[in-house]
């Protein structure tokens, strides 16, 4: 992949980041379907087996899913990289690919996973650890996930990577379908989004 397409998925991206995630805290409800069946079944409405991750998308969290170094001398943060690219005025010389070629992977996703909202299906503990890589959490679905970790500074849970791996792959038998999702906007009136799944 070359920078000039790079630059052109990483616009498209963050206008999708900007729309779908910015500035939002997502409560991902997620159980295995087949325990929460006999669950409504058994026990008269009540369900246990459901769980609950919520996470949260700064404005500074999209450069981390995107896989590119950022060009001090040219962009001042996390935050400057962002809005470069959201109003157009990434250049090629701003950024670099990881030497280890996983910026290439990461964009190959990038768009599909800014619309997670929609389009995750599973969710659960990440047990895939590499030499050069930590996540506690991962969403996703069979083009690739996101992971979370909890921010030593908010106690946030906020996304950290982005994975071109099949979802099962990173999670192994710990695994859940993603039954439903809240959102919500970090600042302001405590208002929640419901979708369902399915």
Do not use: W
Request: proline fraction near 2%; charged fraction near 25%.
């Amino acid at each position: 992949m070359d920078k000039r397409r790079a630059v052109q998925i990483l616009t498209r991206a963050a206008v999708l980041y900007h729309e779908n995630l910015e500035d939002q805290k997502i409560m991902f409800l997620y159980g295995v379907p087949a325990e929460v069946r006999k669950q409504l079944r058994t026990k008269g409405g009540e369900i246990s087996t459901i769980k609950g991750y919520e996470a949260a998308f700064h404005r500074y969290n999209f450069q981390h899913l995107t896989g590119v170094k950022i060009n001090r001398s040219q962009v001042s943060s996390a935050i400057h990289f962002y809005e470069k690219c959201l109003n157009n005025r990434l250049m090629q010389n701003d950024f670099s690919f990881a030497e280890d070629g996983s910026t290439v992977q990461k964009l190959d996703i990038l768009e599909n996973m800014m619309n997670m909202k929609r389009n995750v299906t599973m969710i659960g503990d990440f047990i895939d650890r590499g030499p050069r890589l930590y996540t506690e959490k991962a969403a996703g679905n069979v083009c690739g996930c996101i992971g979370f970790v909890k921010d030593k500074n908010t106690g946030l849970n906020v996304p950290n990577t982005l994975l071109k791996k099949r979802y099962p792959g990173c999670c192994g038998t710990s695994r859940a379908e993603s039954l439903c999702y809240f959102s919500q906007k970090l600042s302001g009136r405590q208002i929640f989004n419901f979708r369902e799944k399915g």
